[in-house]
């Protein structure tokens, strides 16, 4: 049987229910390690008594972590049914909440982000990508990425919107904010996080009864040697798992435009949550968008182009300040560039048809391209918080947008070479 007869095709409205429940379960999960810091990272600083380089690390232990789950995830995933192992890295994560909320000091926060690279990456990462995938059929790959990561994001603006007004709710006046009203506002931000996390659990399993019990009655086996050798033999997976990892140094590097609005414009706390929160609903736009003209012109060709606003867009940010750069301009130029970043992420899950993967062991192919391009999770955000701690106000922020304009090209030059090897091939 071939690779294309194996494709299962998506073609009826369950499978929509089905696709949105993964939507909100996709991005629930990583509410809190970084949807919570992305908004509200000058007021934890603030209220935990840490640093930026002390948050670096934090992720760094959550990478870590991560790198072992990717690689035993997605063996897992082709193995056992999605909706269970997803509905206990919900549970799992809605738990881990408490150690946030008694002003987590730095070894805790380090403890705290290695236990969530445990629940969100090795139970829930890799069956969230094979059941989209299984979802999509055959010629609606990049759609149905981008559908899941515009559904995640506009999730997540929603999310950010509201958590954003009932921080803003919460404190009596922003700038006269004592450090006990802040730390408790946070606590309460937390607190709702968790619950809506709990309920995203409780309704995964139901929505996902179709796709386990598809699953339960094939022979799901786990990978031979023989299999995971062939895999990691294709320079066109080690290559993709470097355009991944671009992309994510630069989706990471949207966690600092808050901190960024903060450190160089001298904005309040709750004018940096709100300039981080204009970028969150880029993301749906951006996503959805790029999937569908990826699927109409080329993943490749839309991904190259995007890595080149991605790079000009960071080039921007090192090249101006605040007396360049007006705060009208920062906004639009913050959305842009996040926007670059989101729709690529809409796409680079999109092609694995294009690297010729079965789908048999599309979540150990997952797994492999999780591992490369997601090692930023280990020194990305250690590299830029110790850069923005060493070099206070706008040098050091120059720094990073010049590093993330330099791994743009890196990934566009990565994404060349695969173009040119699968046509070779």
Same mark, same amino acid.
């Given at each position: ?349 999109? $092609? ?51 590093? $993330? ?13 695969? $173009? ?6």
């Amino acid at each position: 049987m071939t690779h294309r007869e194996t494709q299962q095709p998506a073609n009826t409205n369950g499978n929509l229910w089905l696709l949105w429940s993964v939507i909100l379960a996709g991005e629930a999960v990583f509410l809190l390690p970084f949807v919570l810091p992305r908004l509200f990272r000058p007021t934890m600083i603030e209220c935990w008594g840490i640093s930026n380089l002390d948050f670096g690390l934090a992720f760094s232990c959550y990478g870590i972590v991560a790198m072992l789950a990717y690689g035993i995830g997605g063996p897992l995933s082709d193995r056992f049914p999605p909706r269970w192992l997803m509905c206990v890295a919900l549970v799992a994560t809605a738990s881990g909440g408490f150690a946030l909320l008694r002003n987590p000091s730095r070894s805790v926060l380090c403890c705290a982000y290695a236990y969530f690279g445990m629940t969100t990456i090795l139970l829930f990462w890799s069956g969230m990508l094979k059941v989209t995938h299984a979802l999509a059929g055959a010629r609606r790959q990049s759609t149905a990425f981008g559908l899941l990561d515009a559904g995640r994001g506009l999730f997540a603006a929603i999310v950010a919107t509201a958590l954003t007004f009932l921080f803003g709710e919460l404190l009596p006046s922003d700038q006269d904010a004592s450090p006990q009203q802040l730390a408790t506002a946070l606590q309460m931000i937390i607190v709702v996080t968790m619950g809506l996390i709990a309920f995203t659990a409780l309704l995964l399993p139901i929505a996902l009864s179709q796709v386990g019990s598809q699953q339960v009655s094939k022979k799901n086996l786990l990978p031979t040697r023989s299999v995971l050798t062939q895999l990691l033999r294709r320079p066109s997976i080690w290559l993709h798992g470097l355009v991944v990892l671009c992309a994510y140094c630069g989706y990471k590097s949207v966690d600092n435009y808050g901190i960024y609005a903060a450190d160089v414009y001298k904005t309040s706390d709750l004018a940096a949550s709100q300039l981080t929160t204009l970028t969150f609903w880029a993301r749906p736009v951006a996503a959805i968008g790029a999937g569908l003209v990826a699927d109409r012109f080329g993943h490749f060709g839309s991904m190259t182009v995007l890595f080149i606003l991605a790079a000009l867009g960071n080039a921007t940010f090192a090249l101006l300040g605040p007396n360049h750069l007006p705060w009208l301009g920062l906004m639009m130029a913050a959305v842009c560039t996040a926007a670059t970043f989101y729709g690529l992420r809409g796409i680079y899950f999109g $092609v694995f048809d294009d690297l010729h993967i079965p789908p048999a062991f599309l979540g150990t192919a997952a797994g492999f391209v999780s591992l490369v391009g997601f090692l930023p999770d280990v020194f990305f955000g250690p590299i830029t918080g110790y850069l923005i701690d060493e070099h206070p106000g706008q040098e050091g922020y120059r720094y990073v947008f010049t590093l $993330v304009s330099c791994v743009s090209l890196v990934g566009l030059a990565a994404c060349q070479l695969n $173009v040119r090897y699968l046509t070779q091939r």
